[in-house]
């Protein structure tokens, strides 16, 4: 069973950066796709990013394009979403999550299995 952790989550000011983490300490995502997600009180839960560990092929939303990055570490079985020049409108929690590899990164919300316990990013204005 994948369990996915995340961590980094706090306050900042805006234009400040943040660095979310996830990891399952007992297992390798080399099969995966991993991706991050954000639902902000009364929204849907929306994509953010998306990485296929394998090769590092990424996609984002437009709205987080060139501000964000989603990178791996292969020895640390650990996804990053490295935010730079935040937003007040970037706040929501944030969620980690998986599925097993195919042949296109998916965005879609529905099309991934295992999800984290979120952590909350709130951006002051």
């Known amino acids: 069973q994948v369990q996915l952790v995340e961590s980094g989550g706090g306050l900042v000011q805006a234009g400040g950066s943040l660095t979310l983490s996830c990891a399952d300490s007992?297992?390798?995502?080399?099969?995966?796709?991993m991706g991050w997600f954000r639902q902000a009180p009364g929204k849907e839960r929306e994509f953010v990013a998306a990485i296929r560990w394998s090769t590092g092929i990424t996609v984002y939303a437009d709205s987080v394009k060139g501000r964000f990055t989603i990178s791996r570490d292969n020895a640390k079985n650990t996804v990053y979403l490295r935010m730079n020049s935040l937003k007040p409108e970037d706040t929501a929690v944030y969620y980690c999550?998986?599925?097993?590899?195919?042949?296109?990164?998916?965005?879609?919300?529905?099309?991934?299995?295992?999800w984290g316990q979120g952590t909350q990013v709130t951006v002051s204005s």
């Open positions: 999550a998986a599925r097993r590899s195919s042949v296109f990164l998916s965005s879609s919300v529905n099309e991934y299995t295992y």
């Open positions: 007992g297992r390798t995502f080399s099969s995966y796709h």
